[in-house]
């Protein structure tokens, strides 16, 4: 079992000094990664300045060794899956092979998501995953979609981490959909239940979900005995 911290990159001392400093501090004090969650207003709230977590995990990246950074998520439909997918591979290197991609809808109500279609965000999230895992093999790709239209493109730097850098998925692990999607890629990063009423994710959640998993996988937590988490398979 290993143990994360998750935080914003909002309010007084989380622009990219601060968090390069808690970044250390958390691997000082034997934390195995450091986790940042991924606004440009973080939760709607303009009281608070909001720091781009990918300019903070660079710094993350610079003052750090050992711990693991990423994004617990980065909401894809907002981004180009190929600016994400160069950066991702930067970080990586950065890091020398510590990043982890954590990646969802994003929140509906967020104003930099056009009209906020859960469907379409779902359609925008697939498609760019697959547009990011194509381009992260440094090989010439082509893709056709519903968004997005690529036709022999290439990124010729790859990651440090093979075969990718690990993809973690968010989202409620109870829609169907959402749990195919963690299924396909490396690991769960998900909740349980809707936002405005989350319920607990328990040992039984983590055996399900593993079970209709094959080979490595991570699973992410919060809350809970971690004990319990440990002896059903939660990483």
């Known amino acids: 079992m290993r143990y994360s911290v998750t935080v914003g990159a909002v309010g007084p001392g989380r622009d990219p000094r601060g968090l390069a400093e808690l970044a250390r501090a958390a691997e000082d004090s034997g934390w195995d990664a450091m986790f940042l969650e991924d606004y440009l207003v973080y939760q709607g709230d303009t009281t608070q300045p909001t720091y781009d977590p990918w300019i903070c995990l660079a710094a993350m990246a610079m003052a750090t060794s050992r711990i693991r950074i990423g994004t617990t998520v980065t909401p894809l ?129 983590v055996r399900a979900l593993l079970a209709e998993r094959d080979g490595s996988f991570d699973v992410k937590v919060s809350g809970g005995d971690p004990a319990e988490f440990a002896v059903a398979g939660a990483t």
């Open 77 to 205: 439909p907002r981004r180009r899956p190929w600016k994400v997918a160069a950066e991702a591979v930067a970080l990586d290197h950065l890091s020398n092979g510590r990043f982890v991609l954590g990646v969802g809808i994003g929140d509906p109500g967020d104003p930099f998501l056009g009209d906020g279609d859960p469907k379409v965000l779902a359609e925008l999230l697939d498609e760019g995953l697959e547009v990011i895992d194509g381009l992260w093999t440094g090989e010439p790709f082509s893709f056709a979609g519903k968004h997005y239209h690529l036709d022999h493109v290439q990124l010729t730097a790859r990651p440090v981490q093979t075969p990718r850098i690990p993809i973690w998925v968010g989202g409620n692990m109870l829609v169907p959909a959402v749990r195919r999607r963690i299924l396909r890629w490396d690991g769960s990063c998900a909740y349980k239940g809707p936002t405005d009423a989350s319920q607990q994710i328990t040992p039984d959640d």
